[in-house]
């Protein structure tokens, strides 16, 4: 049995780029996680690790990150790294342009999504959906969501496309989610999506830092991020206003062969 750790980044309205990133390993490897993780809390002398907090200016008072130094800001973060690191199988992000997502035909985010992260956790699962071919990789995934409110669009979208890809023999088999295999749950309770708000966190920096460029930059990445991608397993993606265009053209031609899309999600 594989879990899947989602969480988000950039979904505030301040920001330009929204993040959807998770963490994908086997029960045993999130057993060891989890052990590991929690014998670094103790040590060091955290509760829960938000990556928001751990960066945000001292005088903002989020303890107990606004009491360490640099020293030992860096010794904490490199080793919940390595946690990471040494039992995930492989992770994996997608980062979406508010704007550019905003302006493509309303019968594309009517199909896809009209929330930016939705689009980019469909994307991302259709990442996972290449590892599991790639890897012949036939066991289900649980799918666990970082917490939004029953309320929330963003925990609606996700939860109409897990159901519609749960009940379908042949998705279901293709993504490995069962009825029922997916949840939302809270960072504080599930240690994984600690993790995962890390990798989406490093990768929202990231990109604001290389979407002016239109392509990936190696001697732009933070320290913080190279050690999670240095040697790993990781799949990551973003898309530029082009990509986008080619994606809605490749939908059209679709739509030709097969007929229009299916609204999933009506104009709000």
């Not at 993040?19 to 509760?47: L, M, N, P, Q």
């Not at 989610?177 to 990231?206: N, S, T």
Request: aromatic share 12%.
């Amino acid at each position: 049995m594989f879990t899947a750790y989602f969480d988000d980044s950039g979904t505030s309205a301040n920001s330009k780029i929204a993040i959807a990133a998770c963490y994908i390993s086997t029960k045993r490897g999130w057993d060891g996680f989890v052990e590991a993780w929690d014998h670094a809390r103790w040590e060091e002398g955290f509760g829960c690790f938000h990556m928001a907090e751990f960066v945000a200016p001292r005088e903002q008072e989020h303890k107990p990150f606004c009491d360490w130094d640099n020293t030992k800001k860096s010794h904490v973060y490199s080793r919940l790294a390595k946690i990471i690191n040494e039992n995930k199988r492989i992770g994996i992000a997608s980062a979406v342009p508010k704007k550019i997502w905003d302006n493509t035909p309303e019968r594309i985010r009517q199909h896809y999504g009209w929330e930016h992260y939705t689009f980019a956790v469909r994307m991302c699962m259709m990442r996972i959906l290449d590892w599991r071919k790639k890897n012949l990789i036939s066991l289900p995934i649980q799918y666990v969501f970082d917490w939004e409110m029953n309320t929330s669009e963003k925990r609606k979208e996700i939860s109409l496309i897990c159901d519609l890809l749960s009940k379908n023999e042949n998705s279901s088999r293709l993504f490995g989610i069962e009825p029922g295999g997916y949840g939302f749950q809270h960072r504080l309770d599930v240690k994984p999506l600690q993790a995962a708000d890390i990798l989406a966190w490093q990768m929202r920096c990231h990109m604001e830092k290389i979407f002016p460029l239109g392509h990936d930059d190696n001697s732009l990445l933070h320290d913080g991020f190279r050690v999670l991608r240095a040697d790993q397993e990781m799949d990551l993606g973003f898309f530029n206003e082009e990509q986008i265009q080619a994606f809605v053209k490749l939908n059209d031609e679709e739509e030709i062969k097969r007929g229009p899309l299916p609204v999933h999600y009506p104009k709000k």
